[in-house]
């Protein structure tokens, strides 16, 4: 008889990276994602032409979106702190594919309206199972850094929708560039399902070591929070203490931190969202661009914009030890400062595009720290309805702003008071995210 082999033990799986595929997919799918709610923006002006509507009217098209985008964000949160976010974020994907298709074939201003809606109630789960996801996929210490890149994602789409839908509607008319919009979410549905699992420990890409990994605070990282765990007079300014975890959704609906970051969001939501829907007719009717030119320098603020989200995400999770409140502090205050600068700019190609580059980038460093704060305050199972109650009452904002903005413009028939109001807003934010806490 043979003596059993001594000391034999099962070689171990080495760590995957499977975490970054699934970044890599919540990246693209929430480019598209903007992309079909942003496009109308670049065509506003002809549909103006072809319907006939006045800038109030125009702005209620892009409006009705994000009616339909807050309504369904609470339930989204509700379902995906239950039932995951695989199935239902897939199926979001898909249904605001379908209604990116049906708002070229609409036949007046009144259909495109309905569509925009389906639009938004397709669209509301997204960024609650995104960032659902960023949390289930990632340690404390890459939060940040994933979210950036994750918000990334709407700059990225922002960059490139202005000239890509100019080039189509030059070419092909404005409807085509919805139908076109439309086919590559109808494609990333089913990938989505194929390969991003609610959880890591439930994906078979993603091996044990990983979910390791991700699910345990590592010793290393615990003695670097404790030997640099303070950031001394600014963690007083920015009211950084100890918080306790927001463990039910009924603590959730009572916390003065979620309600004030949810208010704070919705303030500076006026800014980000007005300036998605009016830049480019600013630039045509104030201007005097052609829509080729104005397809290059409406993409300006996106570049800006990309880099401002993923670094601040990145100095809020390495320099600032996962601090959100400064960065989310100094944007509304540098936006006000460049709403200054954007009402007397000269009209000079260069220095337009200068200026709207570093107004995208700086009002977006604190952009992905709205998403990660929550991340602090709530447990797994928490925080899909608190990111969905920010989500829902900051979105709201997107439902006021493009007719606010349209409304100023008919009445003042200037853009100035447009960019006066975006810089009050701004300072709305400033003050409200001042009397939260900022968790440690």
């Not at 290059?296 to 601040?312: K, M, R």
């Amino acid at each position: 008889m043979s003596n059993p082999v001594v000391g034999f033990e099962k070689p171990v799986q080495p760590r995957t990276k499977f975490r970054w595929v699934v970044l890599a997919i919540i990246f693209l799918f929430y480019m598209i994602n903007f992309a079909d709610r942003t496009n109308i923006g670049v065509v506003l002006p002809a549909i103006k032409n072809e319907f006939g509507v006045s800038n109030f009217e125009a702005g209620a098209l892009a409006s009705f979106f994000f009616l339909g985008y807050a309504v369904t964000q609470i339930p989204a949160g509700f379902w995906i702190s239950r039932f995951g976010t695989r199935g239902l974020v897939s199926l979001s994907i898909l249904g605001f594919s379908i209604f990116t298709f049906l708002i070229g074939t609409s036949a007046s201003a009144t259909a495109m309206k309905w569509f925009r809606l389906g639009l938004g109630l397709c669209e509301g789960p997204s960024p609650v199972g995104g960032s659902a996801t960023i949390k289930n996929w990632y340690p404390p210490q890459e939060r940040a850094t994933a979210t950036g890149v994750f918000m990334g994602a709407t700059s990225l789409a922002l960059m490139a929708v202005p000239p890509l839908a100019v080039w189509i509607m030059v070419h092909y008319g404005w409807r085509y560039v919805f139908y076109c919009f439309a086919i590559p979410g109808i494609i990333l549905s089913a990938v989505w399902y194929m390969l991003v699992h609610t959880h890591p420990e439930d994906s078979p890409y993603c091996s044990p070591a990983e979910v390791e990994y991700i699910k345990t605070t590592s010793s290393e990282i615990k003695t670097e929070e404790k030997a640099t765990g303070s950031l001394g007079w600014l963690d007083t300014l920015i009211r950084a203490k100890k918080v306790r975890l927001l463990e039910t959704n009924a603590q959730v609906f009572k916390s003065w931190n979620v309600i004030g970051i949810s208010l704070t969001y919705f303030f500076i939501g006026f800014v980000t969202y007005g300036m998605m829907i009016w830049i480019p007719s600013y630039l045509v009717n104030a201007k005097g661009y052609s829509l080729v030119g104005m397809g290059w320098v409406a993409a300006a603020p996106w570049v800006g914009a990309l880099i401002g989200q993923i670094g601040g995400g990145m100095l809020s999770d390495k320099l600032l030890l996962k601090r959100r409140k400064p960065n989310m502090m100094i944007a509304p205050l540098a936006f006000i400062a460049m709403m200054a600068i954007l009402v007397n700019v000269p009209n000079d190609v260069t220095l337009l595009t200068i200026t709207l580059f570093t107004t995208g980038l700086l009002l977006n460093i604190g952009w992905s720290c709205y998403w990660a704060y929550p991340m602090g305050l709530t447990t797994g199972n928490t925080y899909p309805v608190a990111i969905a109650v920010m989500a829902s009452i900051g979105n709201l904002s997107g439902f006021f702003s493009p007719m606010i903005a349209g409304y100023l413009l008919d009445a003042y028939k200037s853009y100035d008071f447009v960019f006066y109001f975006f810089g009050a807003c701004a300072l709305l934010s400033f003050l409200v995210v001042s009397t939260i806490d900022e968790p440690i």
